[in-house]
């Protein structure tokens, strides 16, 4: 991973002491709360429902072990022993007090972490592949360019206060775990000619008026990343909508202005300053590469004795089915640690289980762990003999519930009960569902199956690409939710359709179980997926079903 | 609202004139639209200078660049960022080497990104925020991507310490 140098530290420092000037500004009364929003905002800070948040960046959804500690520190000394993973890869702790902020944002930068660009109407943390360094799908490491575009990003003078906040996803893979198509720019990196360079797709997003992205250019050549995204940026401060912050996305702009004309734009700013001081050279490629440091792979066999050994354990053998993954070097594997434990709140981990991922991580991970958007965590290098013991670590832990990409790994936002933008509870939802769902043989015969909650049309559960998505909407004070079936967030992006009217908070779990069992009922065979079956028929089959019985 | 450059309050000789206005003697600060229309004036040995909207293409101002002593750039509130990506296309593209001057919601806190797109004075909004001014631009050692300011980033730092 990424290791910060000596001007990464001191511009960190630079930033703890800016705001922490900024927040006695704030105390002292001279900075008003209109003032300060931004400034704390471009620090992670948010005023919720019951207290201040503070999300911290996790680059790319990279972290030590000694990073994931200074969370656990966190959560301890300054919060109620608890975090929340989120959908870009980054924690959010919800009680934190203003006063004791600074601090806690010095404690975290003492291990390198802070909350940057977080929140507020700039460039955000660029997400990428939790599997990134470690699958043999990729052309390329992608956390390279994600590393370029953090630094370039930072603290942007020209592009802080852009029209609205601005996602920027990067894969390498052919599989696209990064949901590059709905971003405001997705990066997908591939080969021409045996030159890597970036497709580039604009104008993607969820909210209330969702869009899959366009590509606006087929090739990038590498070396003009910084300008080709300084011309997107620099076209869309300039000329995306400010009157109307539903309307301020750039996805907006692309669709109002059409994706040729917004295209010739970029291309016509990028001619003007391509051969600029963005240029990314053989040297400054290597400047940032060097401070990646990637393991030494052990040379090691697939398959040793003391895995075989213990797959003979059918819930050794279930977990391992489900949430082990092939790496790029023999004898090696990527795990993912389900933060999705039955009836409990999404994403969401303890201080006692961070310190005890961090020891995992050192004992078998080489003290590397990811944050996935689907709100899981990843180990990206295990040896696989030592898969057993790691699995019997996670299981007293409750982090090896072998539920991943399955109907109980359930995506939800926030919600009613921390954010005040929400309209209906998220996470009680999230919980009652997973405890409907709760045989892991169940749920493995139901097969690939995601579920997206948001508790409003702001759409931060991502309910648009859910294969089953739930949207809470408020009605005469009651809580409803908006079904959606067949969305995909993947290489082959599409939004969900609409199942029928609202249903009350009550009906979800039975509506959600009517479709499961229509599904079972109508899918060809075991191999034909929840998603495949909505592709081949359509909505209506699960809509006659799904309200039939209310 | 007083206008500071090099982080001392100074006096600004410029007149806003409106559009229909007869141009004083002294110097002078015209709309956009004006110049547009009536082009620059003739015989006239003031200075001038021209008020921008932030939603305006500086394109436009090509033509007068050399001509112009002032281009006032807006923030209405300072959450509208135009201005600065009119700022640097004026020093960087258009070669604009006279006062690039910031009115509307100028702040202590965004005057750092001000001064990195090319800006060099500021009709500042809170009096009390000037003494901050020198205090907020000492604020970072180093900065992470390079902008007309010519500012040492940490591209060059690392480059230095390579090279060394």
Redesign the interface.
Known sequence: MYVH?E??R??LA??V??FR??VARRLSG??TEE?FK??RLMNGVYLQLHAYMLRICIPYGTLSSDQMRALGHVARRYDRGYGHFTTRQNIQFNWIRLDELPDAMADLAAAGLHGIQTSG?CIRNTTTDQWAGATPEEIEDPRLYAEIIR????????????PRKFKIAITAAKHDRAAIRVHDIGLRLHRRDGETGFEVIVGGGLGRTPFIGKTIRDFLPKADLLSYLEAIL?VY??GGR?DNIYKARIKIQVHEVGTEEFSRRVEAEWA?IRDG??RLDD??FA?IADRFQTPDFAPLADRPADLTDALADPAFARWHANAVAVHKAPGHAIVTLSLKPVGKPPGDATADQMDAIADLADRFAYGEIRVAHEQNLTFPHVRQKDLPELWRELDALGLATPNVGLISDIIACPGLDYCALANTRSIPLAQRLSERFADPARIADIGRMHINISGCINACGHHHVGHIGILGVEKKDQEFYQITLGGKANHKARLGELLGPAVGEDEVVEVVERIVDTYLALRAGPAESFIAVVQRLGVEPFKERAYAAG | MPLVKQGAVVPDPFARVADDAALPEGPALVPLARLLADGLPEGRNAPLGVLVPNAADVALLAPFIGQLAVIVLDFPK?????A???A?LLRE?FGFSGELRAAGNV?R??V???V??GFDAFEVAKA?DIPGFT?ALA?????????GDGRRT??D???AA?GA
Do not use: K
């Open positions: 140098d001007f990464d001191a511009f630079d930033r002491a800016d000037d900024q001279a900075l003032e931004p400034l109407n630094q370039w990003s930072t603290l942007h003078p020209e592009f802080t206060f852009l620099r401060n300039s400010r003007e001081a963005l040297a400054a400047a | 300072f959450r509208d960022g135009r600065y990506s009119q640097r593209r702040l806190d965004q750092l990104l001000m990195r797109c009390d205090h604020a970072y050692s180093l900065v992470y991507q390079p902008t940490i591209g730092a690392r480059r390579r």
